[in-house]
């Protein structure tokens, strides 16, 4: 690779996925920004599920996944990995603010039928507060 292939000589490529987490009422709000592939579905699921671990009680997790501009099928795997791990204790994972890119690879892949998606993070956050409060 040449000097500066990437950009100016010394400068750092930008991360392909970037991860931050914060909580809303009993909620963990997880954006993902970038692209979710082989590379990076390990680092949104280890990220994730050690979120998940400091929650009191059963995990309600809203995947607020707006500004993924790639998902592949790790990053997909990734995705039920979680959704399983919330169920099996008990709790909740949702989808935010899915492009139609990103709900038609879930329609065509059949996850829509679990990977239950919201059209933004309140009404996500929401849904999982109303499920809770049940």
């Known amino acids: 690779m040449s000097p500066g292939a990437d ?40 990220h994730v599920l050690a979120d998940m671990r400091l929650l009191d ?15 592949d099928s790790s990053g997909l795997n990734a995705l039920i990995v979680l959704w399983k791990n919330a169920h099996r204790a008990g709790g909740e994972f949702v989808l935010a603010r899915p492009e139609r890119r990103f709900r038609t690879i879930l329609e065509r892949s059949g996850l829509d039928r679990h990977l239950v998606a919201h059209p933004t993070q309140d009404h996500a956050v929401a849904a999982l507060h109303e499920t809770g409060a049940g």
Do not use: N, Y
């Open 7 to 46: 950009g100016p000589p010394g400068s750092v490529p930008p991360e392909p996925l970037r991860v931050r987490s914060t909580t809303r009422g009993s909620c963990l709000v997880v954006e993902a920004e970038g692209e979710l592939t082989i590379l990076t579905s390990d680092l949104l699921r280890d």
């Open 57 to 71: 009680g059963p995990p309600r997790v809203v995947m607020d996944v707006g500004e993924v501009d790639f998902c």
